[in-house]
């Protein structure tokens, strides 16, 4: 599988004018050029507005599949869409939500990268997307991409390709983690093997837990 990095995409937060309140996001994404170092936190020149829900170690990078964009067009009914569209940090080619697993760890530029997590959106894609209703169709649709934390701080630039250094093919992929925890709500076996996966984000391990607790598999 080979998966090529096309386009980083950053933005400090922004301030704009929504349905009368100022909102302050980092979702506008655009493409930059050259070199760009990558911390543990985050892409240089980036950054996130609410910290209470986005980025942190767990969630440096957001990733998304370009394949996607064109189900995206054709479902919205619209041909505008750049790099950095549904708010990514890289716009990647070459593989989709059902051959990430959890746990993979790649190489890229000098940077090393793990795969942690889907993504749940929030309001602010709507607002991103003009289509207020738009953070649920993309939840629904299971196209959500993922999140990578970092575990080696580097440099990358556009154009490289993700170097496999570890596939976790025994774990969970990005799909089968948003498909038990939103459709197969009742299935505490693979719960439990998602929260043996120590690089599960908190956020997507609290629901497992909570399942588990509910049905008295383990106690508070």
């Not at 704009?16 to 994404?29: E, L, P, R």
């Not at 619209?78 to 990430?100: C, K, P, S, V, W």
């Not at 959890?102 to 607002?127: H, M, N, W």
């Not at 196209?143 to 154009?159: N, P, Q, S």
Request: with cysteine; aromatic share 10%.
């Amino acid at each position: 599988m080979k998966i090529e990095l096309l386009s980083i995409n950053v933005s400090p937060p922004k301030t704009i004018n929504y349905q009368g309140k100022s909102i302050t996001s980092g979702i506008f994404k655009m493409p930059v050029n050259g070199t760009v170092k990558l911390t543990k936190l985050n892409l240089e020149g980036d950054g996130q507005a609410d910290l209470r829900v986005h980025g942190g170690v767990d969630k440096a990078v957001y990733v998304y599949p370009f394949e996607h964009y064109d189900y995206w067009k054709k479902e919205l009914n619209r041909d505008d869409f750049g790099y950095g569209q549904f708010g990514e940090n890289f716009t990647i080619l070459g593989a989709l939500e059902n051959q990430i697993h959890i746990g993979d760890i790649f190489k890229i530029g000098s940077a090393v990268l793990e795969v942690t997590q889907p993504r749940t959106p929030c309001y602010k894609l709507g607002i991103k997307m003009r289509l207020p209703t738009f953070p649920g169709k993309f939840l629904e649709s299971g196209r959500t991409g993922f999140y990578m934390k970092v575990l080696d701080e580097g440099e990358i630039k556009a154009k490289e390709s993700f170097e496999s250094i570890h596939i976790n093919d025994k774990g969970l992929t990005i799909r089968d983690l948003w498909h038990l925890v939103f459709f197969d709500t009742e299935n505490t076996e693979d719960a439990i093997r998602a929260l043996k996966l120590p690089s599960l984000g908190p956020e997507w391990r609290q629901p497992l837990e909570q399942r588990l607790i509910k049905a008295g598999i383990i106690s508070r």
